[in-house]
Every structure is written in C-alpha cells, then in structure tokens.
C-alpha cells in the first residue's frame, strides 16, 4: 500500500508563492499518472493539475492556469506544485492522488481514476 505526503502549505499574502511537495512511499511510484486537487471550506473538491508520463503536457485547471506549475522527481518519489501570483481564492487543502493504473497519456483531474490520496496540506492565502 502506498503512502503519498504532502507538504509545504501555509499562509502567504496575495501575490505570493508556495510550493507543495507530495513524497510517495513506493520506489518511482509518481512515474504514475499523479494529480493534485484542492478543497475549500464549504465547496467541493476541484482538480488542480494533472501529470503522466510521455509527451502530452499536464493539465491544469482553469483558475490555476499560467500561476500553477506541476512537476515531479520520479527518483525522488516526489510530486510538486509551484504556486505563484496566489490568490485568496486558491485557499484550501491541497491534496495529491495516485492513478496506479495508469502512466502514459494526458494528465487529468478526474477524482474517480485516483485511487491514492494524501492527508493533504492547507495553504491559506490572504
């Protein structure tokens, strides 16, 4: 059973940057295809950004686009989120997930194909 972590929320100002770490138990385990989602008080989950392997890019979703940058380590076993030009409305918990299905192809958000979850890591931003 893998374990994801994350890491590297906090509080920071509008205009401000954060990146979270997300660190997989399981040797190369983010060479899956891996996502980060965020949910704030109130409102239902929302997906972030996506990454597999291959060519195709990730995907991002539409608030984030152009501030938000993922990327990962697979030797390291570690996903991340670059977070810049932060906005009150990126407050939440941000949590990674694990597609163990899957590893080549486009990056994607859906919650359902996600099968590993992190505890998740609150970023508040003010």
């Known amino acids: 059973h893998v374990q994801l972590v994350e890491s590297g929320g906090g509080s920071v100002q509008a205009g401000g940057s954060l990146r979270l770490s997300c660190a997989a138990s399981?040797?190369?385990?983010?060479?899956?295809?891996m996502g980060w989602f965020r949910q704030a008080p109130g409102k239902q989950r929302e997906g972030v950004a996506g990454?597999?392997?291959?060519?195709?890019?990730?995907y991002y979703g539409d608030p984030v686009k152009g501030r938000f940058t993922v990327s990962r380590d697979n030797a390291a076993n570690t996903l991340y989120l670059q977070m810049t030009s932060l906005k009150p409305e990126d407050t939440g918990v941000y949590y990674c997930a694990a597609d163990p299905t899957r590893k080549y192809g486009l990056g994607h958000v859906n919650p359902d194909e996600y099968k590993h979850w992190g505890q998740g890591t609150q970023v508040t931003v003010s």
């Open positions: 399981k040797y190369r385990y983010t060479s899956y295809c």
């Open positions: 990454i597999c392997t291959g060519p195709f890019g990730p």
